[in-house]
């Protein structure tokens, strides 16, 4: 079973700091993604990565892969209230079957104006 | 657009009682999946179906059976409910061959089993 280690699990801060959220594993991933869910709803798609090494943004979410494609992070920078809520890595097992995705357990992030 | 429709959204069982959860997608995607979701467990994944009639098994089957008849349908079932089983159950969808393809989840089913 592979598995996917989010640090740190909660996460609070005032409004305008920057904060980074990680997501490990000792297994290789053919893509990571990360989904943010608010209370009461399903998760979300924020974005995936597929290349080792590679680095997106989302305005002032940037997501980066790890060169050896087994961890990524999540930096935000100048973090709002509106940013506030569960934010969710998962993975596909590199070789195996596409439908196996698995997720971690999640940061909790609270962010106080 | 209805995307993933889970039913029902929330149901109490007695012990020893079974229930049948449905989620129906209208993307025509092959991929379905279902997770539970605890405090501080984050979502584990319990069966998930690669394509109409194939499912297969997660990280916590014990104690749930699925049934893909349907392209559009995945149904999750609990034979002899236990407490352990109170969850919030999440289906979704994906479709195929895309290595970053996405999930799309449905609001949830909150179950509490007493």
């Known amino acids: 079973t592979q598995l996917l280690e989010q640090s740190p699990q909660f996460l609070s801060i005032q409004e305008g700091e920057n904060l980074t959220v990680y997501c490990n594993s000792s297994s290789v991933f053919s893509s990571l993604q990360w989904y943010r869910q608010e209370p009461g709803e399903g998760p979300v798609l924020l974005v995936t990565v597929v290349t080792g090494g590679e680095v997106k943004k989302l305005k002032r979410l940037t997501f980066q892969f790890g060169d050896a494609r087994k961890d990524s992070s999540l930096h935000i920078t100048a973090a709002q209230p509106g940013d506030t809520g569960l934010y969710l890595c998962?993975?596909?097992?590199?070789?195996?079957?596409?439908?196996?995705?698995?997720f971690g357990k999640g940061t909790k992030l609270s962010v106080k104006p | 657009n209805a995307g993933v429709t889970q039913t029902p959204k929330f149901r109490v069982l007695k012990t020893g009682q079974s229930m049948t959860l449905l989620c129906a997608q209208d993307?025509?995607?092959?991929?379905m999946y279902w997770y539970r979701q605890d405090p501080g467990m984050g979502l584990r994944l319990i069966h998930y179906?690669?394509?109409?009639?194939?499912?297969a098994k997660g990280e916590v089957p014990d104690g749930y059976n699925v049934s893909r008849l349907k392209k559009q349908n995945f149904l999750l079932g609990l034979e002899s409910a236990a407490p352990s089983q109170t969850s919030v159950y999440f289906c979704?969808?994906?479709?195929?061959?895309?290595?970053?393809?996405?999930?799309?989840f449905g609001q949830g089913t909150r179950l509490t089993v007493v």
């Open positions: 998962a993975g596909r097992n590199y070789g195996g079957s596409q439908g196996n995705l698995i």
């Open positions: 979704a969808s994906g479709r195929q061959g895309v290595v970053n393809t996405e999930a799309f």
């Open positions: 993307m025509n995607h092959e991929y």
């Open positions: 179906s690669v394509g109409e009639g194939t499912t």
